[in-house]
Antibody
Framework: QMQLVESGGGLVKPGGSLRLSCAAS????????MSWIRQAPGKGLEWISY????????FYADSVKGRFTISRDNSKNSLYLQINSLRAEDTAMYFC??????????????WGQGTLVTVSS | DIVMTQSPDSLAVSLGERATINCKSS????????????LAWYQQKPGQPAKLLIY???TRESGVPDRFSGSGSETDFTLTISSLQAEDVALYYC?????????FGGGTKVEIK
């Protein structure tokens, strides 16, 4: 059974940093694109970033470009998101997701349960 | 970015009755070279990972009950639950994967009347 388990969330002050992790199991991690998606309290889903199966290519949403860095370690079946210069508007549940590549499209087909990031002084 | 607009925000349906959710995209998500609509539907229950229900606008993911169906093309799409069950209470989202960034609708909350 495939599983994605996020960790690393917490309460952080504005301007601070966090590193989120996602542990993957039950599938061949190195075969898939991976993604981070977030959901602010009471708001909709916002895609943040993709990373290719081998570590490239990488794409970011304009709203996080320059502050967020996605990476992966295929030897550890793990995905990461480094978040710097945190702002109140970054407060959200952060989801790790797997993307299936079909007909040149990146289709998100599995999600983790999320890890909560709260930015507050 | 492609804007996805869902309606209604919420709906209450009696057990066994039909639930219909609409999704409209700000531009076509139909890729003419393969005649595929790059549109997916997800179900999100509290405390559980979101689940892919439908992709290519109308293809059910493996294991999804056949009471869930998707239809539509280009800019207008519908998710139908033909006979609502108690376990279908959830938030439902549409999402386009026609281009990057992928974008989601605002969600529809389905409840039992």
């Amino acid at each position: 059974q495939m599983q994605l388990v996020e960790s690393g969330g917490g309460l952080v002050k504005p301007g601070g940093s966090l590193r989120l992790s996602c542990a993957a199991s039950g599938f061949t991690f190195s075969d898939y694109y991976m993604s981070w998606i977030r959901q602010a309290p009471g708001k909709g889903l916002e895609w943040i970033s993709y990373i290719g199966s081998g570590g490239s290519p990488i794409f970011y949403a304009d709203s996080v470009k320059g502050r967020f860095t996605i990476s992966r370690d295929n030897s550890k079946n793990s995905l990461y998101l480094q978040i710097n210069s945190l702002r109140a508007e970054d407060t959200a549940m952060y989801f790790c997701a797997r993307a299936r590549i079909v007909l040149a499209a990146k289709m998100i087909d599995s999600w983790g349960q999320g890890t909560l990031v709260t930015v507050s002084s | 970015d492609i804007v996805m607009t869902q309606s209604p925000d919420s709906l209450a349906v009696s057990l066994g009755e039909r639930a219909t959710i609409n999704c409209k995209s700000s531009q076509s998500v139909l890729y003419s070279s393969n005649n595929k609509n790059y549109l997916a539907w997800y179900q999100q229950k509290p405390g559980q990972p979101a689940k892919l229900l439908i992709y290519w606008a109308s293809t059910r993911e493996s294991g999804v009950p056949d009471r869930f169906s998707g239809s539509g093309s280009e800019t207008d799409f519908t998710l139908t639950i033909s006979s609502l069950q108690a376990e279908d209470v959830a938030l439902y989202y549409c999402q386009q994967y026609y281009n990057t960034p992928p974008t989601f609708g605002g969600g529809t909350k389905v409840e039992i009347k």
